[in-house]
């Protein structure tokens, strides 16, 4: 980061984020841009009244004194001369405590402005939905309104409607100032009419609110009681929110309590008028002002929300958050972050505490002290169990809170809020140490998770930097056979999949689908190490061997089949392979000691986009990940109840922003998908599309030589664990997907000899798109090797690690959904012929048996010297579930704190699936 960029993101970042949240919730609520707008010049106003108070009476303050101090000045300087003025002078301005830098008062208003103005300005020039969006007269909130024209000249009415409003308010304001603070007032709407006179009507619409609210205010300032009218204005608001929580359709009880609360606070005032509040008051304002409170308890809550939840989420998989093709070190986030939350709550909440009398010094100093404190408790104790998470901070389902967890939150939050008011009132400097222990505690445990991230991304870029480009070897006149791992792949859509797309049947032609297959795990992790290595690789027989590493055991499965075909004369080639070294990115050098082995690393080296859309996508990655990690930590540690609104579906209210304003350009929030239902997304997913263009780049990738030589391929991809929602009919990732009308009229297709797969909710449908996708272009892979010659001649085995639980089946065995367990497995064996299905009971673990069926005598693992063949599989099937799936959660010797579950049959049927318990016997 450079100084400048460090500097922005200090100063101006935490204001934009604030404008462009505010603006994103008010119109997610209230559906109408025009009307967001109102309300994000209401909230501001309101949120900084206090600051220009302050700043008038910091002015009225400095006009004051210059008129006190005038005279004498008059008649020194007519007096005297030179140097001799000048000491006079500065004698003068020690004699009344006065310095010539108090002069600047007078402009504190303006210096006010000019940040809220630039957040305002960058986030409403740029949003894409005010464009060709209406609001009363104006046309077009996304462009200048041009209401009439005088040749080519565009008469903007807006900008001079703000010019003239903010005149009258400023000869209202300004009456009986001085001539100079009034040709400030004025030259200032001078200014603001030229800056904003072509700018889009939203902006200058929200600039002219604000000065009607300026003028509103200044006239409120003249009344005899104006504290009374500002009260009944508050209590009116508060009206109409109770009426729009009741009116506004799609409100679930949660909004309807933010309301509710948001309603209290407005209407808190009017009640003020007929109840005494002294005691309270006096109870709240307790103590004298104390910056050191207020500065500590800012300093841990940044640290909080800037370094120890973004670190801790980075730490738990660093390698998720580097972009392969253009290395980003991943600490740089959290100084990002960092340096976002010190100018959220350091910086911009001094700036409100000098700005506060003593009274609010205090109230706000007692404030972030208890801020502190739900802070921790919120991040500590609730929303810990929400689901599996990807580099986007997205969940692979939306946390969903009942009224429980809301209840429980609220009473724990009153309990912290009570307790730490009684300590920060009676105690203060117990309060003090436990600030600064907590700000140790913090800046122990982030320095700690920070070394991690950097030694983790050193030791990625050393094995990284001479990653070339993936090759697929194949021969016309050799043996080739591929085994490709599509990682997650749902066995049990394999019909839907085909019955939706019967062209598939011609391009799979020769393969067998064995639908009654089963896995011995539930993620990559567990269930991946017997595909590759067999059925001694199985969570088990793994669990048997408790003197070694899981990490050691499972790249021994991963180095099984390429040493064994590399050692029976095959020419073999790795791609991806699934954890190698227990690395998110493969860690290939578990191959150095076989040099002959060709290993790549293909996922994040393609791009579906065209070069003026894509260069790399890392500065999207970036920009995403600065602004989200610092949303994510103010959502994590956010009471409860707000924590749906602030996670807003893994889109943290990122508004659609303009880059370049070239049509259809890939931004930041691009590459996070919202779904929204079963039939509408907008963006991509960025894992996905990696994932996904690997497939695309196939043909690319594949060498055919017309030599004798014999190859082998061990390939694995994500793009079936990807799940994001695509546009049909042709399954591909689009900005905007609409498919509400292909749902309808192709329901029948989820329905196969009259079994109906469970499509109703969006998970389900999501992986069946991603599936569906992979199929598709495994199909035009397919027609390729044909064409090349290249099909007769090689067995090429589909087979997935695992699958998921979505429900579609209702196979479960005592409350645990068993779709986990029903992987992919699809065969082509040379020369064969037609699409065809076999009822044989068969595992993934059988995929090296298949793999070197006829082509190596007698197999046998050249790590153990055990003999390779499915014998095991005819006897008891010990399956393993655990919420551990990280490789993180198991790096120690044996799978712990799972369940176990025995498989005596036909995996489809429930009845089959027995429950055995945290331990075999």
Not at 272 to 279: D, E, N, R, T, V
Not at 867 to 892: E, H, L, M, Q, V
Request: charged share 20%; net charge neutral; with cysteine.
């Amino acid at each position: 980061m450079s100084f400048l960029s460090v500097l922005y993101t200090l100063i101006l970042s935490p204001l934009e984020l604030l404008f462009e949240v505010v603006f994103t919730i008010a119109n997610r609520i209230i559906g109408n841009p025009g009307l967001s707008i109102i309300f994000l010049s209401l909230a501001f106003n309101f949120l900084v009244l206090p600051l220009y108070k302050r700043a008038d009476e910091l002015q009225a303050e400095e006009r004051d004194i210059q008129a006190k101090m005038a005279p004498r000045l008059k008649r020194i300087k007519s007096t005297f001369k030179g140097d001799e003025r000048f000491f006079m002078i500065q004698e003068y301005y020690r004699i009344n405590h006065y310095k010539p830098i108090y002069q600047l008062k007078s402009s504190v208003s303006l210096l006010l402005q000019i940040p809220f103005f630039i957040a305002a300005y960058r986030l409403l020039s740029r949003m894409q939905c005010l464009q060709g969006m209406s609001f009363g007269f104006i046309s077009d909130l996304g462009k200048e309104d041009a209401t009439f024209m005088i040749g080519s000249f565009p008469v903007n009415i807006l900008p001079i409607l703000m010019t003239l409003i903010n005149i009258v308010s400023g000869i209202i304001y300004t009456k009986g100032h001085p001539l100079k603070s009034k040709i400030q007032v004025y030259g200032l709407a001078l200014v603001f009419l030229v800056l904003l006179y072509h700018s889009p009507s939203g902006l200058v619409f929200y600039w002219l609110l604000n000065n009607v609210f300026s003028l509103v205010k200044n006239i409120f300032y003249k009344l005899k009681n104006p504290r009374k009218a500002v009260y009944i204005l508050f209590a009116v608001a508060g009206i109409g929110i109770t009426i729009m929580t009741f009116v506004k359709e799609g409100l679930d009880l949660r909004q309807k309590i933010l309301l509710w609360i948001g309603v209290l606070l407005l209407i808190l005032p009017l009640v003020s008028l007929k109840i005494s509040f002294k005691k309270i008051s006096g109870i709240v304002t307790a103590g004298k002002k104390d910056y050191g409170l207020f500065f500590s308890s800012a300093v841990l809550m940044a640290l909080i929300s800037g370094v120890l939840i973004p670190s801790a989420v980075i730490n738990d998989s660093p390698q998720e958050f580097i972009d392969v093709v253009n290395p980003y070190n991943p600490f740089l986030y959290i100084v990002n972050s960092g340096v976002l939350a010190i100018g959220s709550f350091v910086l911009w909440g001094s700036i409100f505490y000098f700005f506060m009398s003593d009274k609010a010094k205090s109230v706000f100093s007692k404030a972030m002290w208890i801020c502190c404190g739900i802070s921790v408790i919120d991040y500590m104790l609730f929303g810990t169990k929400l689901g599996t998470m990807n580099w986007a901070l997205q969940y692979d389902k939306a946390p969903v809170f009942g009224v429980s967890d809301y209840a429980l939150n609220i009473i724990a939050v009153l309990a912290v809020t009570v307790l730490f008011a009684a300590v920060v009132i009676k105690l203060r400097k117990i309060a003090k140490t436990v600030l600064i222990i907590g700000i140790m505690t913090v800046i122990v445990i982030g320095a700690f998770n920070s070394v991690a991230i950097i030694d983790n991304y050193k030791e990625y870029s050393g094995r990284t930097e001479a990653s070339e480009m993936p090759v697929i070897p194949l021969s016309r006149n050799g043996k080739n056979v591929i085994v490709l791992m599509l990682d997650r792949s749902e066995g049990l859509q394999i019909p839907y999949i085909f019955n939706e797309k019967p062209e598939l049947k011609d391009q799979f032609d020769g393969f067998t689908y064995y639908p009654n297959t089963n896995s011995f795990g539930q993620s990559t992790i567990v269930g991946s190490p017997a595909l590759y290595g067999g059925y001694e690789y199985t969570p088990q027989k793994l669990n048997e061997r408790a003197n070694e590493s899981l990490r050691d055991k499972h790249n021994e499965a991963l180095k099984v089949m390429p040493v064994l075909f590399g050692k029976n004369g095959y020419n073999v080639t790795v791609i991806d392979p699934s954890y190698a070294n227990y690395q998110e990115i493969p860690d290939l050098s578990i191959y150095d000691d076989y040099p002959d082995i060709n290993c790549y690393l293909a996922e994040g080296k393609y791009s579906i986009f065209s070069d003026n859309t894509d260069d790399t996508g890392s500065d999207r990655l970036k920009s995403t990940l600065n602004r989200n990690l610092f949303c994510f930590s103010l959502m994590k540690s956010a009471p409860v109840i707000l924590q749906e609104t602030l996670y807003n579906g893994g889109l943290y209210n990122e508004s659609d922003l303009k880059t370049d304003g070239s049509e259809g350009a890939v931004t930041a929030s691009s590459l996070i998908q919202y779904v929204s239902g079963i039939s509408k997304s907008k963006g991509y997913l960025k894992s996905f599309i990696e994932c996904y263009a690997v497939l695309l780049n196939l043909d690319e990738m594949t060498s055919i030589s017309d030599g004798t030589e014999n190859n082998f391929l061990m390939m694995a991809n994500d793009t079936t664990h990807s799940a994001c929602l695509l546009q049909q009919p042709d399954y591909v990732p689009q900005y905007y997907v609409d498919n509400t009308a292909y749902d309808v009229d192709m329901e029948s297709r989820y329905t196969v000899d009259g079994v109906t797969m469970n499509m109703s909710e969006q998970y389900p449908v999501i992986h069946y798109h991603a599936n569906m996708a992979t199929f598709i272009q495994l199909g035009k892979w397919f027609d390729y090797l044909r064409k090349q010659g290249v099909w007769d001649n090689t067995r090429i085995i589909l087979v997935s690690d695992h699958a998921r639980g979505l429900g579609q089946f209702d196979i479960t065995c005592e409350g645990q959904d068993m779709e986990f367990y029903f992987p992919l497995l699809m065969v082509k064996d040379f020369n064969s012929k037609g699409f065809s299905v076999s009822q044989e009971s068969m595992t993934n673990a059988d995929t090296p048996v298949i793999a070197t069926n006829g082509l190596i005598n007698d197999p046998a693992n050249p790590f153990t010297g055990n003999p390779i063949n499915s014998d095991p599989k005819f006897g008891i099937r010990y399956i393993y579930y655990t919420d551990f799936i990280s490789a993180a959660d198991n790096s120690g010797n044996t799978f712990e704190h799972g369940k176990w579950y025995r498989l005596d049959g036909d995996p489809h049927v429930p009845e089959n699936w027995k429950y055995v318990g945290e331990k075999l016997p």
